[in-house]
């Protein structure tokens, strides 16, 4: 079965410094790899999507990429603010509609 | 307007109870998901179910079946409720097709069994 395991379920910075979130996978070549962000008594708020063919994307401040020889994807915040202390969850585009999330990583961005 | 929405909010019930959730997305998707994240906030993926096909996931209970009145409601009912279906259930729609489309979630429903 997929598993997807994210960096340790906590994660703390300083503000200004850039948060790096890993996204490790097995049993699985997915084309497709999501990332969201989840505020607390919220549902899961679409970020950035990247395929197995590109090895970065970016918005903004956010820039993921993506190793499909390591099964991996990171997912950087730079000049980080408080306002990006969240959960982040990556997720895995499979067949059929089917997509499988990872663990999530809580950042807290202190000030 | 609220893209996805669900009610109730909370739903707080016995055991052996039965029990529905409806979820609506006025976004004109083709497929929309059951989703339950439970205390650890994993979430994990139950059923996708576009007008022409339900994808269940193998190890949800057949307690659970979606029910869809049409493309824009998804609801969710589930029999015989027990201890350990208490969770946040998440509702989500997408548009389909070969490429990999966000998918906007709604605001959950948090299911509490005594």
């Known amino acids: 079965s997929q598993k997807i395991e994210q960096n340790s379920e906590a994660l703390n910075i300083q503000e200004g410094k850039t948060a790096t979130l890993t996204c490790n996978y097995t049993?699985?070549?997915?084309?497709?790899l999501q990332w969201y962000r989840q505020d607390p008594g919220r549902g899961p708020v679409f970020l950035l999507l990247?395929?197995?063919?590109?090895k970065e994307k970016r918005k903004e401040r956010l820039k993921v990429t993506f190793d499909t020889t390591l099964k991996q994807s990171l997912f950087h915040i730079t000049a980080s603010q408080p306002a990006d202390s969240a959960t982040y969850l990556c997720?895995?585009?499979?067949?059929?509609?089917?997509?499988?999330f990872g663990t999530g990583t809580s950042l807290t961005v202190i000030p | 307007d609220t893209a996805v929405s669900q009610t109730p909010k909370y739903l707080v019930t016995q055991m052996g109870n039965d029990k529905s959730i409806k979820c609506e997305q006025n976004?004109?998707?083709?497929?929309m998901y059951w989703y339950k994240q439970d205390s650890k906030k994993f979430l994990k993926i139950m059923f996708s179910?576009?007008?022409?096909?339900?994808?269940i996931n193998e190890t949800v209970p057949n307690r659970f079946s979606p029910k869809s009145p049409d493309k824009a409601h998804l609801n969710l009912h589930i029999n015989s409720l027990e201890l350990g279906d208490s969770a946040v259930y998440f509702c989500?729609?997408?548009?389909?097709?070969?490429?990999?489309?966000?998918?906007?979630f709604g605001p959950g429903t948090r299911l509490t069994v005594t």
């Open positions: 989500a729609s997408s548009q389909t097709g070969t490429y990999s489309y966000e998918q906007y």
């Open positions: 049993n699985y070549s997915p084309a497709y």
């Open positions: 990247i395929r197995e063919n590109e």
């Open positions: 997720a895995l585009d499979g067949f059929g509609n089917q997509f499988y």
């Open positions: 976004l004109g998707h083709d497929t």
């Open positions: 179910y576009n007008n022409k096909e339900l994808i």
